[in-house]
Structure formats: C-alpha cells, structure tokens
C-alpha cells in the first residue's frame, strides 16, 4: 500500500520521488528487468503482468488466479539438488522442503507481485497467509510428490469452499430479501452481486425486479456488469455516480454492494465511491446488503479512508475521455480534452490523485450477507474468530 | 367488511372449552392436536397451572418443543436421518397452521409465529447435536426425551433468571412504561416490586386489550398503575423513567418483533433519551434478518382476520370493563348474527375503507438499549454473536 503523508500543511503523495518514475513502474513491466536476480517461473511473471496491466480486477479474481497461479508453480517445483558435501549439514534446513518452497519460490512471488506489479488486495493476502500455513503444517518427512499433491488439493479445496460454495450460499441468503416489484441499486461491478443477481432472476423470474448500475470514472467497471445483465433478461438502467441522488430518493428500494474487504469493525473496504452509494441510501432509509465472503475479512482496523489506499494512474483522472478500452469521440475532440490539462505535472501548485479504495462506516450498512447467513455489521468480528482464527493472532501476522 | 363470529362464541362459552367442542379437531393429525393440547394446558401432563385469565397456559416455543417430543415419541424411525424428517414435516405443519389455519387465531391470539418456528428450529438443532455426542441411536433418543421434559421446567426457569438479572434496573421510586402482555415482563416487574416500591404505566394495547390483562395483573400484585391510551405513548414518554417490553422474537441483528407499536415506543423512548430494555428467553432468537417493516415473514391469511375492537368491551377483558352485551346467538334461520349489534365492534360498511391491522411489527436494534435474557444482561450487538454460537 502507498501511504499518504503529508508535508507541511499541504498533502502529498509519496510514492516515490518523481511522477514519470511511478509512470514506469505502473505502465512498465519487461520481462527479466534488470533488477530482478530470481528467475521466476513464467506463470508469475505473466500474473504480475496482468495485475499490472488491471487485466484482473476484483478481490476474487485476484486470489483466484493468484491461487490458480501458485498450484501450477508447486506442479512444476523441483527442489534443489542435494547440498554438496562441503556445505552440507545434513538434514539441516537446506533440505527441508517446505522451508525451500516458502523461501525460494513462493514468497519471493508474492513479493515479486506486491512491490513491482500492484500492491495486494485483503483476499490476496488472506489466502497467501492460508498458503504459508498450508506449507508449513505439512509433515517434514514427506516425499516431494506428496507435498505437491496435498498442496494442490488444499487450494483446490480452498477456491471450492472459501470462495466457489461460500458465494453460491451468499446468492441464496441475498435473493431471499429480493422480493416482486424491488429497484435494486448496485455499485461498479461486484463478481459476487452479479452471481446473486442473475441467481435471483433464474429463480424468480427476471421481470420480477429493476436493475440500477451505478458507475464512475476512470474504471467504467459497470459498463460490463450492466451488459451482462441486460443480455439475462433483466431490466436495467445506468447512470453515473453524479445522478445518484436523482434515483435514490425516487425509485430504488435495495442496495446490493460488493466488498474488497471487512474491517474488524465492521466497516467495508470497497471500489471508491461505495460510501457515497451506502451514505445517500442510509439518508433516504434504504437498506444496504453487503455481500461479502468470510476469507476476506481483515483483522485490520481503518478509521478513515486516506491514511492507507492505493493509488491508481493519475492520468486516468486527467483524461476526459474514456480511459479503458473505450469507445470516444474523434481523435481530434479527445486530444483538445485532454490537452486542458495536460500539462498537470508541470504545474507546481496541482497534485492530482486517483484513489482506487474507500471506507464505509458500519452504520451506513444495514447487513452483510456472507456464506454464513445475513449478519449485523457487528458481528464481523465474531466471524473473524471464528472462520479465520488464522487471523486473529496478531503476532503471527506481524511476521507476513 | 369484518365480521367476527369467534367473538359470539366467546360471548356464551368461556375459552378453555371451544377447542374441546369443536368439530375440527378429529381429523387433525396428532401433531396439532398435540400442539392445541399443550397451549390449552388442558393436558394433565404439563405441570403448569391452567390461568383462566391468559389464553395459553405455556409459551408457544415450549408447546411446539412438546408437540415435537410426541412426534419422537410416535415415530417409527430408525435412523436419526428419518427422525429429522419427520420432525421437520412436523414443524412444517405446525407453521402452515399458525399462518392459514383460521382456527389458529384464537388459539394464538393472532401472535407472530416467529416465535414457533425458532422454537422448532432450536430443538431440530439440539437433536442434531445430541446425536453427534450420542452415535447410539436409541440411547440418543432417550437423552432428548428426558431432556425435553425438562425444558418446561427449564422456560420458566429462564423467566426467574431474568427476573434476577433485570430487577437491578429498576429503582426505587421511578416509573416503568410497558406494552402487551409478556409472561416474562409481568413476572420481571412482580418480582421487583418485591424489593422495591415503582409505579407502572401501561399502554392499553388495541385490538386485543393486552393492556387491560396486564394492568390487572399489576394492580393485583400492588404496583400502583396507570392506562393510557395507546397514542398517548409520547405524551407520557417525559415523566417515566424507563421502557421495558418483551419479545415475540429476537431478530439477527438485535432488533425485536413484538406487539404493533412498541417501534413507535423505540423512537420515542431514544428521541427522550430513555433507556429501552426488552425481556426475552434465548429460544427466540431467530434466524431472521428483517430489512424493514415489510420483510418480517408473511402471516399468511390470519392477517385478514383481526378487525378493530373497542376495548371498552366485556369478554375481550374477562368482565374487566364494560357491560355484557345481549345474548348474541344465530338467528332462527341460521343466519349469522350482525356483529355491528354486539358493543364494542367497529363495522366499516365501505367497500372502499380497507382495514388492515398488523399484529406485531419490527423494532431494529439501534432503539434498544439493552436485552435482559436468560444468558444474561446482553447488549443487541450480543444477539448475533449468540446466534452464531448456536447454529454453527
């Protein structure tokens, strides 16, 4: 995560000195980079590429392909060859094949991800501290081969249950509050509310309830979704999040959200402007279901949405036109937008950011809808004691 | 238009004996007729006093959690798998009556199921588990069984201990504000009004004059009360001192389902900054998670029933209030009587006048203050983190 300081009495950003250098680093990433001494394998580098690129986006596809990505590096792990007699000790750490795993490949990945792709989400690193955990609660003396297959059965296992089975459980606690007549408001493009949404027109027909898809810039995340659902029969309609107000107060009756991650407090880690949605349906008493699997849930405590985010390409903010792969007016119309300010960097007085996480306060959300039913947004603390107790050691997480 | 012919039977037969006389009972299955048994108290079995005053002798959870002991009793089943099947039929059915079963209404006065259905759920899951511990098919049985017995034993054990826990505040000279008639609440205030000198006031509780039972009650123990309008609830908010109701069910997040207005309470106790206890056992915390007043579960066609009853009526009060009406008997032809001519019913001849009349309503948990349970003093917060516990 990039932290936010602040010098003086103006904020700044400090990523790292110079903007063209993050432009770099954002834009650019070559294969076998001159810094990087590890070969790693090319499953990684290819993920790194795409966490890069905001070819995968979302807190599920994240973890799942970096899940997906670890079972296809453990398949094709050798260990090292047999320490030379010189420096052997002989059954020392050296030959231990969990710690060479740890060590050699699976952290240096993870690592590899977080400092030179994009830093990680809440579930990415619930379910790399998961990993670790798996890695070394295997028995010292087992045979390669045993080690790959129990590992690669583990995250199968993992993917199913924490992720697969919990969401279909979410779309059957969620659709049960969808009843006939609802104008249902959603946010960006959520992987487990688009599920619930289509599960809850499957079951009860897609004329029984509207679709609303609220959407903001420079991501048009919900341009997707909303074409998705469209296609299934739904009635939908989408509007950017300056006309939320409009429909807010008239028509909507339900506000599904998705979530990257809980706070132990209850509060939602979501796409930026979540908290705008939750905030103008809790004025207008309109009830809000996040929907939200247990795996990501983080024992972290954030007050307010500034001292720890991410940052996203200020660019995207500068340019008027559509940033990702869109659809815009002529070259000419874009340029003349784009040129106004342009010149951003060479102003001196003018920082320009692009978050891409806010923080919803718990009381603006009246149910979290996890696997484990519909649930007050007090009680996330007591599903992190009890479904990721893994998590509630602090200490332990010191050491990731 | 209402018409209420259940009000001229009451008028001639005192309530204990119409289930007995009526002609439906015989091809009800045993389950029901079990459940009707133990509500009515007028099984010798039940160990529990039969109170002409109050219209089931035993809470309705306790009663279900019987009906389900006769269900094991009676089955064939040899594998816990078959046992569960049959207990869910049961409870199905017991729920299917609560909604649609125009005879239920007078046997539950119209109250929310929610309480039945956690009930059954609570005891399916307690079955579950003992079978976990007790593989042995039959001496599993014979565990629940005998545990069962007791829960009678046990629900009113559950009202002592909230009694205990819920006495401490109330102090000395101050003044307490209920609504509808709860076992739990009568039995938390007589108590304390043992140790400590109160008053109450008591809201009067339409349609079915829960008010006037529980100013009774009260007056009978020596608690000097007052009746008040039911609109006038916010009038009287400034000089009480405290709000204490009970519970129907106790949703998810904290909130209750209890008696229609006791939401309005909850607002008007926060808006005043008075603090708002509820008394609930822990069987009624449900598995619910009520977004708003529409969400709370259907009550199926019983809704339709209920109409408005002016309170200043004889029966609705057991000969609390008002004067006998005349003998309300059918005509010679067998027509129905007009209930317009009984004092006391409000008769809307309109077409166009709808009358609808909600029994119970949603309270969320950010008007109450604290839960006074049989686990102990629980904060609404807590409620959820119980439910967990039990059913995970």
């Known amino acids: ?400 | 238009l209402a018409r209420i012919p259940q009000l001229a039977e009451t008028a001639t037969r005192p309530p204990q004996t119409t289930m007995s006389s009526s002609t439906t009972t015989t091809d009800e299955s045993p389950v029901l007729q079990d459940l009707r048994r133990h509500l009515t108290g007028s099984s010798t079995d039940s160990g529990a006093a039969i109170d002409p005053e109050h219209r089931t002798a035993v809470a309705l959870p306790v009663a279900a959690i019987k009906s389900l002991l006769g269900v094991i009793q009676r089955s064939q089943a040899n594998t816990m798998m078959g046992l569960q099947e049959e207990l869910r039929g049961a409870a199905e059915e017991m729920m299917a009556f609560a909604t649609d079963c125009p005879g239920s209404l007078q046997l539950l006065g119209g109250r929310s199921h929610i309480a039945l259905a956690s009930g059954c759920e609570l005891f399916m899951k307690y079955v579950t588990r003992a079978y976990l511990e007790l593989p042995d098919f039959a001496a599993c049985i014979a565990q629940i069984m005998e545990r069962g017995e007791r829960f009678a034993g046990i629900s009113l054990a559950a009202r002592d201990r909230i009694a205990d826990v819920g006495q401490a505040f109330i102090q000395d000279g101050q003044t307490v504000l209920t609504h509808g008639w709860s076992r739990v609440v009568s039995n938390l205030l007589v108590k304390a009004a043992e140790h400590r000198h109160f008053s109450i006031v008591v809201l009067e509780g339409r349609p079915d004059a829960a008010g006037a039972k529980a100013a009774k009650v009260y007056a009978d123990a020596g608690i000097p009360t007052t009746v008040v309008l039911d609109s006038a609830m916010s009038y009287v908010m400034e000089n009480v001192d405290l709000v204490i109701v009970g519970a129907e069910g106790v949703v998810e997040n904290g909130g209750i389902v209890n008696k229609i207005g006791t939401y309005g309470l909850g607002i008007a106790a926060r808006e005043l900054g008075k603090p708002f206890y509820v008394a609930a056992e822990s069987y009624k915390f449900a598995r619910l998670f009520p977004l708003n007043q529409s969400d709370l579960p259907p009550l199926g066609r019983n809704a339709a029933i209920l109409s408005f009853v002016d309170t200043a009526s004889w029966e609705m009060t057991g000969g609390l209030v008002g004067r006998p009406p005349p003998s309300a008997k059918e005509g010679a032809d067998g027509e129905q009587v007009d209930s317009s001519s009984i004092p006391g019913v409000v008769q809307f001849k309109s077409e166009q006048v709808k009358v609808k009349n909600p029994p119970c309503d949603y309270t969320p948990a950010k008007y109450i203050t604290l839960l006074f349970t049989d686990l102990g003093v629980l904060t609404p917060s807590a409620v959820s983190d119980e439910l967990i516990r039990l059913y995970q």
Not at chain 1, 14 to 39: M, R, T, W, Y
Not at chain 1, 133 to 156: G, P, Q
Not at chain 1, 289 to 318: A, F, H, M, W
């Open chain 1, 1 to 400: 995560m990039f932290r936010i300081l602040t010098e003086g009495n103006f904020p700044c950003t400090f990523i790292c000195s110079d903007p063209k250098h993050f432009e770099e680093e954002f834009s650019g990433i070559s294969l076998g980079a001159s810094n990087s001494v590890q070969n790693f394998h090319p499953a990684v580098l290819s993920l790194g590429m795409q966490y890069a690129s905001g070819t995968i986006r979302g807190g599920n596809a994240r973890a799942k392909a970096m899940l997906r990505t670890f079972q296809q590096v453990i398949r094709d792990y050798e260990p090292p060859a047999p320490s030379s007699p010189s420096s052997s000790r002989g059954g020392g750490k050296e030959d231990d094949v969990r710690h060479d795993l740890d060590h050699r490949i699976i952290k240096p990945a993870f690592q590899y991800w977080t400092t030179k792709c994009r830093p990680h989400s809440v579930s990415m690193g619930n379910a790399f501290t998961f990993l670790k955990l798996a890695v070394a609660s295997l028995d010292r003396d087992m045979s390669v081969e045993e080690v790959k297959e129990i590992l690669v059965d583990t995250i199968d296992a993992y993917i199913h249950e924490r992720i697969d089975i919990a969401d279909e459980a979410i779309c059957k606690h969620g659709s049960s509050k969808i009843v006939d007549g609802d104008v249902i408001l959603t946010y960006g493009c959520s992987s487990v509310v688009e599920v619930l949404l289509m599960d809850a027109a499957r079951e009860k027909g897609a004329d029984t309830f509207r679709i609303i898809v609220v959407d903001s810039r420079p991501l048009l995340e919900g341009r997707a979704l909303v074409a998705r659902l469209a296609d299934a029969g739904i009635e939908c309609t989408y509007i950017l999040l300056n006309a939320l107000s409009y429909v807010m107060m008239r028509e909507v009756t339900k506000v599904f959200l998705g979530a990257a991650a809980l706070m132990s407090d209850g509060s939602v880690l979501s796409r930026v402007g979540t908290a705008c949605v939750a905030l103008m349906a809790r004025s207008n008493n309109i009830p809000v279901l996040v929907c939200c699997e247990t795996y990501k849930i983080s024992n972290r405590v954030q007050l307010e949405s500034i001292t720890v985010n991410e940052l996203g390409n200020p660019d995207d903010v500068i340019s008027a036109s559509c940033a990702m792969n869109g659809a815009a007016s002529t070259a000419a119309d874009c340029k003349q937008i784009d040129s106004v300010l342009g010149n951003w960097r060479d102003m001196p007085n003018l920082k320009v950011l692009s978050l891409l996480y806010d923080l919803t306060p718990s009381e603006f959300v009246s149910g979290i809808v996890t696997e484990m039913g519909i649930l007050p947004a007090t009680s996330v603390a007591v599903l992190l004691r009890e479904m990721n107790p893994q998590d509630t050691n602090t200490a332990f997480m010191g050491s990731m």
